[in-house]
């Protein structure tokens, strides 16, 4: 049986993925990669994805089913009694991972995004240190596709480098979110 607080979080994403209107494809890749780093097995994906469609007929906007889901204190005072901060910075990053997995971090992502920060009183300056490096690592993945595009003789290697850069910034955002923990 899938965890509740597994189950509360998936949807807290899928939940966010559609608050610009439309869940991308890029959008869907990153909500699987995330449900599995949860231990959300394949199976139960779909009902997690038919209660959120059901929850968001009743809302105007993805926030308002959000707040109105009770997602904040169900996950953050269940789960972590007095919210562990590693725990909502995870939270966070994901989200601005799913916000920049089409590109774009919109204004209603970011709506959400701040409704999170204030009500979980994340530090701006953690919160400013994930964007940085979400927006350097999209940069770089522009640049990846570039380098891909224009196929230059040492369009490997320079493709090499940038993904070793990006491994290397994720792996910094982890060592960041664990040491709040």
Request: aromatic share 8%; proline share 1%; charged share 30%.
């Amino acid at each position: 049986m899938l965890n509740k607080w597994k189950r509360e979080e998936a949807m807290l994403y899928y939940l966010y993925m559609t608050a610009d209107g439309e869940v991308t494809e890029s959008e869907k890749e990153r909500f699987n990669t995330i449900c599995a780093e949860l231990h959300v097995k394949d199976i139960d994906r779909p009902a997690i994805i038919a209660d959120c469609n059901l929850i968001k007929e009743d809302y105007k906007t993805a926030l308002d089913a959000i707040v109105d889901q009770n997602f904040l204190d169900k996950l953050g005072n269940d789960q972590w009694g007095r919210k562990a901060l590693g725990e909502v910075a995870r939270i966070i990053w994901n989200l601005i991972n799913l916000g920049y997995a089409d590109i774009e971090y919109s204004d209603k992502e970011k709506e959400i995004v701040n409704y999170l920060l204030k009500r979980w009183n994340v530090d701006s300056v953690v919160y400013q240190e994930m964007i940085d490096t979400a927006e350097t690592m999209l940069a770089l993945v522009k640049q990846r596709e570039h380098i891909i595009a224009r196929k230059d003789n040492d369009a490997n290697e320079k493709v090499a480098k940038i993904d070793a850069a990006i491994y290397d910034m994720c792996v910094d955002v982890n060592i960041t979110i664990s040491e709040l923990m």
